[in-house]
């Protein structure tokens, strides 16, 4: 494997998410694995996209607890269905707590955490990637009528993120808890 490679450009990298509760999250689960077969979901909004770093866990963790400083829990409103027609990305649309993301996001992407993202930042909840072109208008078309048909309430709160680390193979793993009430970590 060398670098560059889309194996490698995987391993050890980190990310900061906030994990979507309740029925909405398990809708938002179910879906992803009818959508794409083979997924591993676990329904989140994500802060800071997958990143190498450049510094320790440790630096990173106290990077992320200085930068939530001041931040508060806040409502995430899903509004309906879109693709991001440069990478065939399904996902489901932010409206409320948008501007949050936003600024959570840019008071994050800094020292060993900073990263030039692929595409900018758009806070968004993936519903499917990955998927062959062939199949992409099929599975917009499904995952469109499945939010339409049964989704539940279409809101979460945002109180805690978790900070989370692939050990390869999209096997991420859990490393810190951060509630924005408190903005203390929990190991």
């Known amino acids: 494997?060398?670098?560059?490679?889309?194996?490698?450009?995987?391993?050890?990298?980190?990310?900061?998410?906030?994990?979507?509760?309740?029925?909405?999250?398990?809708?938002?689960?179910?879906?992803?694995?009818?959508?794409?077969?083979?997924?591993?979901?676990?329904?989140?909004?994500?802060?800071?996209?997958?990143?190498?770093?450049?510094?320790?866990?440790q630096a990173n963790s106290r990077t992320i607890e200085e930068g939530l400083d001041g931040f508060a829990p806040f409502q995430v409103d899903l509004i309906e269905v879109r693709i991001f027609q440069k990478s065939d990305v399904v996902y489901a649309a932010i409206a409320k707590g948008w501007p949050q993301l936003v600024a959570m996001h840019e008071a994050?992407?800094?020292?060993?955490?900073?990263?030039?993202?692929?595409?900018?930042?758009?806070?968004?909840?993936?519903?499917?990637?990955?998927?062959?072109?062939?199949?992409v208008p099929e599975v917009l078309e499904l995952a469109v009528r499945r939010w339409r048909e049964s989704a539940p309430a279409h809101s979460f709160r945002v109180e805690t993120l978790t900070f989370v680390q692939n050990k390869g193979g999209n096997n991420w793993i859990d490393l810190a808890e951060y509630d924005l009430a408190a903005v203390r970590v929990r190991r």
């Open 108 to 135: 994050l992407n800094l020292e060993g955490l900073r990263f030039q993202e692929r595409f900018p930042f758009h806070p968004h909840v993936t519903l499917a990637q990955e998927i062959p072109p062939a199949a």
């Open 1 to 57: 494997m060398t670098a560059g490679s889309p194996n490698h450009d995987r391993l050890n990298q980190v990310a900061l998410v906030s994990y979507i509760p309740g029925a909405l999250g398990e809708f938002l689960d179910r879906l992803r694995e009818e959508l794409v077969a083979g997924c591993k979901p676990h329904a989140h909004v994500t802060v800071l996209p997958p990143r190498p770093t450049t510094a320790d866990l």
